[in-house]
């Protein structure tokens, strides 16, 4: 009687211990998912925060890049919130260029390409330039809205001398929406983008010309016999803070056409 009593006693003993080292097991488990949880806001509090830090850092560098003399150049500057910038100023020319920065031109805006040097015309140059366009998501041949439509493009191409420069114009269309256009060719590959389509535009002391896709927009490039003048600059700026790096690219085209060389009632808006 008094061994079971004390066996009793000693069991009951056991399942407190027990039940106490259970409940410190979970309270602990408990406090390390606390902990690692704060830990893992924090870390990802603190990326976020150099995340940011870094692309305002290269924005500014991209800010000061466009504010400097045309030409190539490199700028780097630390700022006060422990960040820092490099940035890379390149002149965009030569006989293989992707338009506007290879961003998408827009539909009956259009984009020029300076087949003479910027601002005053001189030094006009002879040659054919090709025009590529258009993507395989752009496979339809309507005139109504859409990303899927099919673009046609006008080239307006500006010659000769700039007191009395010859204009002509040609329209490319690959569906037979436009009377008298001329048919596309297949495409090819600028700068390791693929196109559709392609022109083909030959011009004699060419001072100018702008493409302006119709129906849609599209991203565009060109191949030239010739090595063209600049066409803008191209901007990169990586921005730093702490390991996180960030870049941004930045095209700054030279300004749009002058009115008073290339009146606005000469293009099809």
């Not at 030409?71 to 500057?77: D, F, K, P």
């Not at 048919?183 to 100018?208: C, E, P, T």
Request: glycine share 8%; proline share 3%; hydrophobic share 40%.
């Amino acid at each position: 009687m008094v061994s079971n009593l004390i066996f009793s006693k000693n069991s009951q003993k056991g399942q407190i211990l027990l039940i106490v080292v259970l409940t410190m097991i979970v309270a602990l488990t408990v406090g390390l998912s606390v902990a690692s949880r704060t830990v893992t806001n924090l870390k990802i509090s603190n990326q976020n925060d150099e995340s940011q830090k870094a692309f305002s850092a290269a924005e500014a560098g991209i800010e000061q890049a466009i504010n400097a003399a045309s030409g190539t150049a490199v700028l780097s500057n630390e700022l006060g919130n422990s960040s820092q910038f490099s940035t890379t100023i390149a002149a965009v020319e030569g006989t293989s260029l992707l338009l506007n920065g290879g961003e998408k031109v827009e539909q009956d805006s259009g984009v020029d390409i300076w087949l003479s040097n910027y601002p005053n015309y001189s030094s006009p140059t002879t040659g054919t330039i090709t025009i590529f366009w258009g993507d395989d998501s752009q496979n339809t041949c309507s005139k109504a809205g859409g990303n899927s439509i099919y673009p046609s493009i006008e080239v307006v191409t500006l010659s000769g001398s700039v007191s009395d420069p010859t204009v002509s114009k040609n329209i490319f269309d690959g569906c037979a929406r436009i009377a008298g256009a001329l048919s596309a060719q297949g495409g090819g590959s600028v700068s390791s983008k693929n196109f559709n389509y392609s022109a083909d535009i030959s011009f004699v002391n060419g001072l100018l010309m702008r493409v302006i896709p119709v129906f849609n927009s599209s991203e565009m490039a060109i191949t030239s016999s010739i090595a063209l003048p600049s066409q803008g600059k191209l901007i990169e700026s990586v921005g730093k803070s702490g390991d996180t790096v960030r870049k941004i690219q930045y095209f700054v085209s030279h300004p749009q056409l002058p009115l008073e060389i290339f009146p606005y009632s000469i293009i099809s808006q």
